[in-house]
């Protein structure tokens, strides 16, 4: 049996009783080797990180000039756990005989093991014999405590420990079991929908993207789909806020064209491109899809919702053309309908902005006579492609397309 040794005095030194002497490490456990005796001390059998094997002297302390020089004897042997029964120091010639764990605990309450009458083997003193001793110096009751039952330490503040205190730290053991699972790993390749993301999203981090938050009260306008959805029932479609949403940015688009436009691979021009062709991320069970509705510019609400009808019915159903998949020119992507608030979109090359849509919810606000109401609230989160697009563009085209859905009535105005 063989420990690695780590020290902590070196030849010369003085040491008291249980001051620490090295720290001994095998592959089981890790245990500090503390003084016996005040003295000096006189000879280290060992350099640091040296291999010392159990039963050699460790180091010789001078102890008194009339006695000589004591040598100290290693016997560690470390178990797999820190079971200090297991664990012990013999000294030739001395009859304390006690474990580290012991002689700190005796240290940490001013006990001096002399005085301690030892139970275990030998006369060899246990942690019990301690506590005893400490019980009858307070005149505390100690409940009768099993060999097996393991004490922690007592923190240097508490020198004199009180029954019902000494009771609380009792902290039983957590009996540890092996955990037994059996799943294993899978790998597949990545194909089809995915394969795509990783091409488009790969090209995309290329992009330096700016950010732009705010959010919108869409009170008026959960109204008014009120209103109009048994209409639209009525023609055969499903009118969902997404419509809105859409013709919304198309008519702020046209205010902001440079938000509907592409960068070419050299960064040296601009095109500005004339259809609005407004990609809607769609989750599907194939994955994200983002078909577009084309030239959103020449169509009405009820046309945009009749025309994300028949994308959602291809895009459920895996039968989306790539004419419905490619071509689109600015992006919405309303994850509200799965749930959260603002978000970080990601840019499609080759386009310049997107706006994602947070859930719509009922939330506490004021009225312009501030009285609080019940006020539909969503949140828009925009990234736009910062080397040609600027921040207070972002701004000013999220305020429009906030103020046609907070003022549905507004885009009448401007609806063709
Ligand atoms: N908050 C709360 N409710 C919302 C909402 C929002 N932001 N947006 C829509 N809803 C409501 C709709 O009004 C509808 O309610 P009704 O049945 O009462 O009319 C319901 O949620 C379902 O809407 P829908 O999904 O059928 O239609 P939609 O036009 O609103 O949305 C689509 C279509 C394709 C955008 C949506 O189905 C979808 O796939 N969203 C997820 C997009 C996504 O995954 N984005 C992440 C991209 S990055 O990985």
């Known amino acids: 049996m063989f420990v690695k040794c780590r020290r902590y005095i070196k030849e010369g030194d003085s040491v008291s009783q249980f001051d620490s002497i090295c720290e001994v490490q095998s592959d089981k456990a890790s245990v500090t080797i503390t003084s016996r005796y005040d003295g000096i001390i006189r000879k280290l059998h060992y350099n640091l990180d040296e291999i010392a094997y159990v039963g ?76 005893n001793y400490l019980a009858k110096q307070t005149g505390a009751i100690l409940p ?68 732009y938050c705010d959010e919108i009260d869409l009170t008026q306008l959960v109204q008014l789909r009120e209103e109009l959805k048994p209409l639209a029932q009525i023609r055969g479609v ?77 895009g459920s159903a895996g039968q989306l053309g790539t004419n419905d998949l490619t071509g689109g020119t600015f992006t919405l992507s309303n994850i509200g309908t799965i749930g959260g608030t603002y978000t970080k979109p990601v840019i499609l090359p080759p386009e310049v902005a997107i706006g994602a849509l947070g859930k719509i919810q009922v939330l506490p606000r004021f009225n312009g006579k501030g009285e609080v109401f019940k006020a539909q609230i969503m949140n828009v989160s925009w990234s736009a492609d910062h080397r040609i697009i600027d921040g207070a563009t972002m701004a000013r085209f999220s305020n429009l397309w906030k103020s046609y859905l907070e003022n549905p009535a507004s885009m009448l105005l401007d609806l063709k």
């Open 238 to 314: 499903k009118l969902s806020f997404m419509p809105f949403f859409i013709k919304a940015a198309s008519l702020g688009l046209l205010q902001y064209p440079i938000l509907n436009a592409s960068l070419d691979e050299s960064c040296q021009n601009v095109t500005y491109k004339a259809s609005h062709n407004i990609g809607v991320a769609m989750d599907t069970e194939q994955g994200l899809i983002v078909p577009n509705v084309k030239n959103v510019q020449v169509c009405s609400v009820f046309e945009i919702a009749s025309e994300l009808n028949r994308l959602q019915s291809l």
């Open 144 to 211: 009768p405590s099993p060999k097996a039952e393991i004490i922690p330490p007592l923190p240097k503040s508490e020198t004199v420990p009180a029954a019902p205190k000494d009771k609380a730290r009792k902290i039983p053991v957590p009996v540890s079991r092996p955990i037994v699972f059996s799943g294993k790993d899978k790998t597949e390749p990545v194909t089809g929908f995915q394969k795509a993301m990783v091409k488009t999203m790969s090209a995309a981090l290329k992009i330096p993207h700016f950010g």
């Open 56 to 131: 050699k002297p460790l180091v010789d302390i001078e102890i008194d000039a009339s006695k000589g020089v004591a040598s100290e004897e290693d016997v560690v042997e470390t178990p797999p756990m820190s079971h200090e029964e297991h664990t012990h120091q013999e000294i030739k010639g001395h009859k304390t005989l006690a474990t580290p764990a012991v002689r700190r605990l005796a240290m940490e309450n001013n006990i001096k093991l002399s005085e301690v009458v030892g139970t275990g083997k030998d006369n060899r003193i246990l942690k019990e014999d301690i506590l």
